[in-house]
């Protein structure tokens, strides 16, 4: 006596919402399907019924799988997370009965059954236990580029698909940080993604499809949509940015954004700084921070020198008046011994004072290094530079002690270079003078990069001919501790309280 074989299930995806819209396959198999099951709100209508109505035969069994509620409101013991997880292992278990019998069984999905789909929760229930195959359909995100004739992703940007539903401040940031995106999930969330979409400072840009594909379709610019309009099957678009021309942007419109990209990589990005780059008409900077910035398609680079701040702040605020978006690009934070103060100097007089001029901060150069070595900052700290190209080294040395007398954590910048030898040495002793011989010093070479190095030395060990310009050099306090660790690290720490007086 040969097993009885169970049926097949088929998470079968509809398109957007036209029938003509629905692939040959997932016609065949609706059609020849023994059971159809769809999924509806508790007013029983189903738009994946409705969508695939042409394509069913007679005799087919339907279930309707409704969901018992709408809103997050339940008075269920497991709040709404528990009643949907019954309500699926119920329906799973209705579907389950039919392949059991050996009926083969399709489940209507709109869109792609496996993108934000409810076919997806029936998938996990049930896939492990019978065959099943998934039968991609178009999505609402393609529908949508289709409706309103624009591209989504061109060349190498990238495209983030962003449910409505997270809060508005995860969504500020995504749609900051994204080339291109499509919000869905709109209705309720319509008023806390337009605002979104303003602060991140993309609502000019952002487009609206209501109902692609379907009866009923809107497109326009999201910034004139009635938010007491927007239904759930409605999306946010931001289109590729690519050939967007400058003539666009209306005269006048120029700005200046001086953006800190990190220390090292895209990995220390922010997703405000990421976003300006993105949009900026032209980048300028140090040729060696610009080759940090992916390469975009009709944007313009500008590199010069590192020696040439005060041009290089000018020329960028010369294309902001002639009506360019300007991103200044900043290693580090712009505003620690870096491009904003240069910026900011020529923005503060003729003919310049009038240029729309912002800082987007970045991570410091101090705060990764301290990051890789523990905590050395974790109680009061100076920063200084210890170049003397823009000031006198007697300045220098004289913050150096009033911040050893003070018992600071130091961050040292510029410790040296091919023509500036003498500084750490002159430095160290100068520190020896507060500091015991066996302070932690951390030397952090290349934090973030391919090439990175660090380690902790004695105060009293600190070789100058170990650190060039690419190191930072964390000299610890008087309470400051370099402790080994059960795995053979070693960790430096501050504490956070200071002993009495």
């Not at 769809?38 to 309707?64: D, F, M, N, V, W």
């Amino acid at each position: 006596m040969t097993e009885r074989q169970t049926g097949r299930l088929y998470g079968v995806g509809l398109g957007p919402g036209d029938p003509e819209l629905v692939t040959v396959k997932a016609a065949a198999l609706i059609g020849k399907a023994d059971v159809v099951a769809y999924h509806s709100a508790r007013h029983g209508r189903s738009i994946a019924r409705s969508i695939a109505e042409p394509y069913l035969t007679a005799g087919q069994i339907e279930e309707k799988l409704v969901y018992p509620l709408t809103v997050e409101s339940t008075d269920h013991p497991g709040g709404y997370r528990g009643a949907l997880d019954e309500f699926y292992e119920q329906a799973a278990a209705r579907l389950a009965a039919h392949l059991d019998a050996g009926r083969d069984v399709v489940v209507l999905a709109e869109g792609d059954p496996l993108f934000y789909g409810s076919y997806q929760h029936m998938h996990k229930r049930l896939a492990d236990r019978y065959p099943t195959e998934v039968v991609p359909g178009v999505t609402s995100v393609s529908a949508a580029a289709a409706r309103l004739g624009r591209p989504l992703v061109e060349a190498e940007e990238t495209l983030t698909i962003i449910p409505g539903t997270l809060p508005e401040e995860e969504l500020t940031a995504r749609l900051a940080a994204a080339d291109s995106a499509v919000v869905m999930k709109l209705g309720r969330t319509f008023p806390a993604v337009r605002r979104a979409l303003e602060r991140a400072g993309r609502l000019d840009d952002a487009q609206y499809v209501e109902r692609a594909t379907m009866p009923g379709e809107r497109t326009g610019p999201l910034a004139e949509v009635d938010p007491e309009s927007v239904p759930y099957f409605s999306v946010a678009v931001l289109p590729s940015r690519i050939d967007r021309a400058a003539a666009e942007r209306p005269a006048g419109q120029g700005e200046v954004v001086v953006v800190g990209t990190g220390p090292a990589g895209p990995l220390w990005l922010t997703p405000e700084a990421r976003g300006v780059l993105a949009g900026a008409t032209d980048l300028v900077g140090y040729t060696t921070y610009l080759d940090r910035v992916p390469v975009r398609p009709g944007q313009q680079r500008h590199g010069s020198d590192n020696k040439v701040e005060a041009e290089r702040a000018e020329f960028a605020l010369d294309l902001a008046r002639r009506g360019r978006t300007v991103a200044v690009v900043s290693s580090g934070d712009p505003g620690v011994f870096a491009m904003a103060t240069a910026v900011l100097e020529a923005a503060c007089a003729e003919p310049y004072r009038s240029v729309p001029v912002r800082i987007v901060p970045g991570m410091t150069a101090a705060h990764a290094a301290a990051s890789r070595a523990g905590a050395p900052l974790g109680h009061d700290y100076a920063v200084v530079s210890l170049s003397d190209r823009l000031k006198p080294w007697e300045v220098v040395a004289r913050r150096l002690a009033a911040a050893a007398a003070a018992d600071l954590v130091l961050a040292l910048y510029n410790p040296g270079s091919k023509s500036r030898t003498t500084q750490v040495g002159l430095a160290r002793d100068l520190l020896l003078e507060h500091r015991a011989p066996d302070t932690p010093v951390v030397l952090a070479r290349d934090v973030g990069g391919p090439t990175e190095r660090v380690r902790t030395v004695r105060l009293a060990d600190l070789d100058p001919a170990e650190v060039d310009m690419r190191t930072l050099l964390l000299i610890g306090s008087s309470q400051t501790r370099a402790v080994a660790r059960d795995n053979g690290t070693e960790v430096v720490w501050t504490p956070r309280r200071y002993p009495p007086a």
